[in-house]
């Protein structure tokens, strides 16, 4: 990649809500121009790919309020203050499926780096035992567990459509076969 | 999946900038139970996986402003008002590549559906020519072409992150394999 040229000269916060807050930032993308984007600040998150024995994964089916519909995902959520992205991967782990597992880091995806701040660990999680742990979610999630090969083929076909959970499922297949 | 049971109940605009929009949205997620969920309202966009006869991938290297960092991502962007969504990837395709091709539909993905109302619509790009058109662009792109097995590779690893991007070239080269 080339080197960069872009610099940050300033941000100004324009929004602050409960859970989403925006900036403007005013960034130098040439050496003679100065642009202003806006930018929604949200801390990094975590993902799981978690895989049993019998060659199956467990997603999360949940309602989404910004698509109004539901969708079948990793479980994921966001890391809380003091925790390491491991840390936070055990705990939705737990609070999602009720599962605890051995975690590996799998990959870091970004989401819509123009104006999106966020980027999401994925880790993938093999070594199942039971050990639910209460969360606080304000909805009902639930858990649905198939083979990967099967969740492999739904994705992008409209039933997996969420980017990151394609993207990591198919990352979790090929790391598993040999290269 | 289950019948959906969740309703959204009312929208309030709560901030309005230059390119971003949040709403407030009360929904039902439950028969007794209402809660409010901040969502960034944006409209649907485009993305181009762009295969030439050589088996390589065309893509982009972009600065981007929420992680002030660059990254290699699929040609894409927004949909114009009375655009189609092909339409749409044709001009980008044009616009950030100067190249023009056959678009077939490849998947639909959401991005982060909890907060983020925007779908991406991804179009395999095949039959390649030259075709240029001048964009809106407010910064260089730079073209970065690969062999499709390369970019792969490249995939999670770092390099190429951005979750659209890497669930697209994943799923571009399982419909390029025999099933």
Redesign the interface.
């Known amino acids: ?2 080197d ?1 040229e ?1 610099e ?1 000269l300033a941000e100004r916060e ?2 602050r ?4 807050t ?1 900036v ?2 005013d ?1 130098r ?2 050496p003679d ?1 100065v ?6 600040k ?1 801390d990094d998150s975590v993902a799981v790919v978690a895989l049993d024995e019998e060659g199956r994964v467990h997603l999360v ?1 949940e ?11 990793l479980p994921k959520g966001r890391i809380d203050p003091g925790e390491s992205p491991l840390e936070a991967a055990g705990r939705e782990l737990r609070e999602e499926l009720g599962l605890r597992g051995d975690l590996t880091p ?15 660990h994925v880790f993938l999680a093999t070594g199942l035992t039971p050990d639910p742990l209460d969360g606080d979610e ?3 999630l ?1 858990p649905a567990t198939l083979l990967l090969d099967d969740a492999v083929r739904l ?5 997996i ?4 959970t ?2 990591a499922l ?2 979790a297949v ?1 790391s598993a076969q040999p290269s």
Chains 1, 2 share one sequence.
């Open positions: 990649m080339a960069q872009e940050v324009v929004f809500g409960r859970r989403l925006v403007e930032r960034i993308v040439a121009r642009v202003t984007w806006e930018v929604l949200k089916e309602y989404f309020g910004a698509i109004d519909g539901r969708e079948l995902c799998l990959c870091t995806l970004s989401l819509s780096p123009g104006y999106l701040s966020q980027r999401t304000e909805h009902s639930k994705c992008g076909d409209g039933v459509r969420e980017a990151r394609v993207a198919l990352l090929r």
